[in-house]
C-alpha cells in the first residue's frame, strides 16, 4: 500500500509542477493575474506531494519491505537503520527521487525568496522550476520508478553496496544534489530575465545569493566526495580525473566564474549577457553530468544501472531546457546592453579573465569528458582521457588565475590602479616566495620547479587576502559580511593550493611485506606491525591488523587497517587505516596474506592532505557567509523601487 | 549578432555527437531475459562427468556464478570456448555449463580436446531444463547471485570486451575493484 502511495502522491506532484510551469510562464505573459497568483499554491502542494512519495520510499526502506524491487535491491534486513535509509540514494532511482525532492525544497525557498519581488518576476522564476520539476518527475515515472513492486518477493534484500556504506555516502549525494539543483535556481532567475526581456543591476542582486548558496553546496559536496574516495576506495588519491567527478566539477567552474560574473554585473550593470550565459551553462553542465552519467554513455566507477531509454530521455529533456534558454538567449541578449566602460587596470578586466580563465578550463575539462564519446560515435575506437591530459591542461590555466587572484581582489572598480596597495602586495609576495622556498626546500626534499612557484601562490593569495580586513580592523571600519565572505572564500583557495602542492609532489609512497614483530621507516615515521586477528561487524566478517607507529621515537598512533567481507554480497573491501599528525596524513592499507605469517601492506605518508578538504570547506564557509549581507535582505523600500522599475517592462 | 548564436550552434552539435553515442552504445540488452530480477529455476540434473551425480541449484546457492548454455554442436560456443578458460583461469567467479540438446560422448570428448573451464557442468539432452531458462539459442549466459536471483543474461559468445563491460562490472569482484 505504501510504495503505491508513494507512486500515487508522485504522479501529482508531476500535474502540480505541470501548472506551476503553466501558471509561472504564461499567467505573466498573458497579463492574467489569476494564474500568476496560482503559482505558490501549486510550489506548495507539488512540495507536500514531493515529500509524501519521499516519505513513502523511506517507510519501505525502514520496514524491509522487499516487494518492492528497489528496496531489495539495495538494502538488507541485515543493515542497520541509517543505512537503510541512506541507501534510498545508494542507486539510480532513489537518487532521481532524491534529486527532485531537494529541487522542490529549493522551489519552496525560491517562493518565499521572491515573495518580495515583482510579482511577474516571482512567477516566472517558479515557472522554470516547475518545468525542470515536471522534467525530473516525468523521467522518474516513465524511466526510473523505484515504487515497482516484484513478484514474488524476496525473501531478504541483496543489500546495499558496501563501498556506499560510510557516513560520507549518507551526506555526499544530497550536499552535491544541493549544489547542482541549487544552480537550477539561478538557471531559473536567468529564464525569467530572459522571457522579461530586460535585466538590470538589481537582478544581479537578487540572482547573487542563490548562485553563491548554490556554488557553496557543490563545492561542499565534491569535497565530501573527494575525502570519501580517498579514505573508502582506499585508492589514496583525492581526485582522479573520473568522468563522474568531472561532470560535478564542470558545474563548479562556471558556477564559479558565475559568482565572479555576477558581481560585475551587480556593481557596475556590466556583462551582463555574458551572466546571463554563465546562469544557463551552470544548471546546463549539471543536466548534461545526468545526462553522461546515467545514459550509460560513459563508464565509470560511478556507474548506476542503465537501461536504453533513460538516455532518450535525458537528451531530449536537455535539448528542451538548453535549447530553449540559449535560443531565447540569442534572441534577446543583444538588447542588454552594457551601462558603462571601464579601465585595462580595472578590478572589471581581472574579474573577466577570471572568467575567461575558468571557462578555459571547463571548456579542457569538458573536451576531455566528451572525447572518449566522440571518438566512439564516429567509430574511431575506444580511447581513454585520463590525467597526463587532464593535469597539464588544467594547470595551465589555473596557474594564471592564481596569479590574478591577489591582484584581482585590490584593484579597484572601473578607474584601475592598485589603490595604494601595489606595495603591500609585492612585499606580500617577497613573503610568500620565502614561505614557499622554504617549505618546499627546507621541509621537504626532491622539489621540482612547479611546487615552489605553486606554494608561493598559495601563500601571496592568503597574506594579500589578509590585507583587506587587517587595514580596515586598524583603522576601525566595519567590514561588510560579502567582503569578509570573499576574503575567507580566497584564503580557503590558498589553503587548498598549498596543501595540494605540498601533496602532489612530496609523498611518501611504499609497499612492504611485515612479518609480526617487524618494523619499517617510511616518510620520516616507523611502523611496528604488531599484530593480525578476525573481526565481526553487523553484516560482515573479516581481518584487521594492529600497526604501532612512532615518530623520532615518540608514539604517534596505533592504526588498524582491515579488510572486510559482506557475507550478503560476498565482497570483499578494504578498510585503510588513516592517522593525521602534525599536518601529515599517515595512512596504512592492508594487503594480501603472502604465507608464512607475512602481510602485505600499503604505506603512505601524505603531508597537509587534510587542508585540501579544509580549504575547500573554508571556500564554501566564505560563501555562506558572503550572503548574509546586509543588502541582500531587501528593505520594503528598496523592493518597492525595484517594482517601479520593471513595472514598465511588464505593461507590456 | 550573429556571435549570441554561438552557444546555441555549440550546443546543437554536442547533441548530435550525443545522440550519435546513445546509439553507438552497446545494446545487447535489446532482448532481454523476464527472468532477470527473478529466481532462477530450480533444478536438478545429472552431471555430464558422471551420470550419477547431481548438479542442483540448491547446492549452487549462497554463490555468484554464471550459468552458461552451451553444446557441441553450437559454433558460437566454439569461438567463445578459449575466452571461458581464461574467465575460469582468473578464479573471479565459478562457471557452470549447461549441456543443452547433445551427446554426452561427444561433449566430454569436446571438453577434453578444447579444455574444461566449467567447475560442473549440467546435462540437458532434451532441452527441458534451457526452456525453464528461457534459452532460445547458444551460447547464453547468466549471472545469478547468492540468493539465486538472475541479475544479468549475455547473449552470444563472450568476448574479452563482453567479460570486461557487461559481466564484470556486475559481478562483487568488478565493483569492488572499482574498475
Known amino acids: 500500500m505504501i510504495p503505491e502511495l508513494g507512486q500515487f502522491a508522485l504522479i501529482l506532484a508531476l500535474l502540480l509542477a505541470a501548472l506551476q510551469a503553466l501558471f509561472g510562464i504564461v499567467g505573466p505573459a498573458l497579463g492574467r493575474e489569476r494564474w500568476t497568483a496560482a503559482v505558490t499554491p501549486a510550489v506548495a502542494g507539488q512540495f507536500v506531494m514531493v515529500a509524501t512519495s519521499m516519505g513513502c520510499l523511506i517507510a519501505s526502506f525502514v520496514a524491509n519491505d522487499f516487494s518492492v524491487a528497489y528496496v531489495a535491491e539495495n538494502s538488507n534486513s541485515a543493515l542497520p537503520l541509517f543505512y537503510r535509509v541512506a541507501a534510498l540514494w545508494g542507486a539510480h532511482a532513489g537518487s532521481l527521487i532524491l534529486w527532485i525532492f531537494l529541487l522542490s525544497c529549493w522551489t519552496v525557498a525560491a517562493a518565499v525568496g521572491t515573495a518580495r519581488l515583482p510579482r511577474n518576476f516571482a512567477a516566472r522564476v517558479l515557472g522554470v522550476l516547475g518545468t525542470i520539476s515536471f522534467g525530473f518527475i516525468l523521467y522518474t515515472l516513465l524511466t526510473s520508478n523505484p515504487f515497482l513492486r516484484l513478484s514474488p518477493p524476496w525473501a531478504d534484500g541483496q543489500g546495499l553496496n558496501p563501498i556506499l556504506q560510510d557516513p560520507g555516502l549518507a551526506a555526499h549525494p544530497p550536499v552535491l544534489y544541493t549544489g547542482y539543483v541549487g544552480l537550477a535556481v539561478a538557471y531559473a532567475f536567468a529564464g525569467a530575465a530572459l522571457l522579461e526581456g530586460r535585466l538590470d543591476r538589481e537582478w544581479a542582486r537578487w540572482t547573487r545569493p542563490w548562485a553563491t548558496s548554490a556554488w557553496a553546496f557543490l563545492t561542499c559536496g565534491i569535497a565530501l566526495g573527494s575525502w570519501w574516495a580517498y579514505y573508502t576506495l582506499g585508492w589514496g588519491g583525492f581526485w582522479f580525473w573520473d568522468p563522474v567527478e568531472n561532470a560535478s566539477f564542470m558545474p563548479w567552474l562556471m558556477g564559479t566564474a558565475l559568482i565572479h560574473s555576477l558581481a560585475v554585473t551587480e556593481k557596475r550593470g556590466l556583462f551582463k549577457s555574458w551572466t546571463l550565459l554563465l546562469a544557463v551553462l551552470g544548471f546546463s553542465l549539471s543536466l548534461v553530468g545526468t545526462f553522461l552519467v546515467r545514459s550509460g554513455v560513459l563508464i565509470s566507477v560511478h556507474s548506476f544501472a542503465v537501461s536504453p531509454g533513460r538516455g532518450e530521455f535525458i537528451l531530449t529533456f536537455l535539448v528542451i531546457m538548453i535549447g530553449a534558454a540559449l535560443a531565447l538567449y540569442a534572441w534577446r541578449a543583444p538588447q542588454m546592453q552594457s551601462e558603462a566602460g571601464f579601465e585595462f587596470s580595472a578590478r572589471e578586466s581581472f574579474l573577466l579573465f577570471n572568467n575567461i580563465l575558468l571557462v578555459t578550463a571547463c571548456g579542457t575539462v569538458f573536451a576531455g569528458e566528451m572525447a572518449p564519446i566522440i571518438s566512439n560515435a564516429l567509430g574511431l575506437g575506444k580511447l581513454s582521457v585520463g590525467p597526463p591530459y587532464f593535469n597539464p591542461t588544467f594547470l595551465v590555466s589555473m596557474l594564471p588565475l592564481l596569479v590574478l587572484v591577489p591582484l584581482g581582489m585590490h584593484a579597484r572598480w572601473k578607474r584601475g590602479g592598485l589603490g595604494g596597495r601595489g606595495r603591500a602586495l609585492l612585499v606580500a609576495l617577497g613573503a610568500a616566495a620565502v614561505i614557499g622556498c622554504a617549505v618546499a626546500f627546507g621541509v621537504f626534499t626532491g622539489a621540482g620547479i612547479l611546487s615552489p612557484v605553486s606554494m608561493t601562490l598559495g601563500a601571496w593569495i592568503i597574506i594579500a587576502s589578509l590585507l583587506d580586513p587587517i587595514d580596515r580592523l586598524r583603522r576601525r571600519i566595519a567590514i561588510p559580511r560579502a567582503v569578509l565572505g570573499m576574503t575567507i572564500a580566497h584564503i580557503g583557495l590558498g589553503i587548498f593550493v598549498f596543501s595540494m602542492t605540498a601533496v602532489q609532489a612530496f609523498t611518501a609512497e611504499r609497499d612492504v611485506a611485515l612479518t609480526i614483530g617487524s618494523s619499517v621507516r617510511d616518510g620520516g615515521y616507523t611502523f611496528h606491525f604488531q599484530g593480525i586477528g578476525p573481526i565481526q561487524g553487523p553484516d560482515y566478517g573479516g581481518t584487521d591488523a594492529t600497526m604501532v607507529v612512532t615518530h623520532e621515537g615518540k608514539p604517534v598512533a596505533v592504526m588498524h587497517p582491515a579488510k572486510r567481507d559482506y557475507w550478503v554480497q560476498h565482497i570483499a573491501t578494504t578498510h585503510s587505516a588513516i592517522t593525521i599528525h602534525g599536518g601529515s596524513n599517515i595512512l596504512v592499507a592492508l594487503g594480501q596474506s603472502l604465507g608464512d605469517g607475512r602481510w602485505s601492506f600499503r604505506l603512505q605518508v601524505r603531508p597537509l592532505v587534510l587542508y585540501i578538504w579544509i580549504g575547500a570547506l573554508i571556500m564554501a564557509g566564505g560563501g555562506l557567509l558572503a550572503i548574509t549581507d546586509r543588502r541582500y535582505r531587501l528593505s520594503q523600500s528598496a523592493a518597492k523601487e525595484a517594482a517601479a522599475l520593471l513595472a514598465g517592462g511588464d505593461a507590456r | ?179
Open chain 2, 1 to 179: 549578432m550573429i556571435r549570441y548564436f554561438v552557444p546555441l550552434g555549440v550546443f546543437a552539435a554536442v547533441v548530435v555527437l550525443l545522440a550519435l553515442a546513445i546509439h553507438q552504445a552497446p545494446r545487447k540488452d535489446l532482448v532481454p531475459s523476464p527472468l532477470i530480477g527473478k529466481p532462477a529455476p530450480s533444478f536438478a540434473l545429472p552431471s555430464l562427468a558422471d551420470p550419477n551425480v547431481k548438479v542442483t541449484s540448491a547446492a549452487l546457492r549462497g554463490h555468484w556464478y554464471l550459468l552458461n548454455v552451451w553444446g557441441t554442436w553450437c559454433i558460437s560456443c566454439r569461438i567463445e570456448s578459449p575466452e571461458l578458460l581464461a574467465i575460469a583461469h582468473t578464479g573471479v567467479v565459478p562457471l557452470i555449463g549447461l549441456d543443452w540438446k547433445d551427446s554426452r560422448a561427444e561433449a566430454l570428448a569436446y571438453l577434453h580436446q578444447k579444455g574444461n573451464p566449467y567447475q560442473q557442468v549440467a546435462f540437458d539432452p532434451g532441452g527441458l531444463e534451457a526452456i525453464q531458462w528461457g534459452v532460445y539459442g547458444a551460447p547464453e549466459t547468466f549471472i545469478v547471485n547468492p540468493q539465486g536471483i538472475i541479475v544479468y543474461k549475455y547473449i552470444g559468445p563472450i568476448t574479452p570486451r563482453a567479460w570486461a563491460h557487461d559481466i564484470l562490472p556486475r559481478l562483487p569482484a568488478g565493483q569492488a575493484s572499482g574498475s
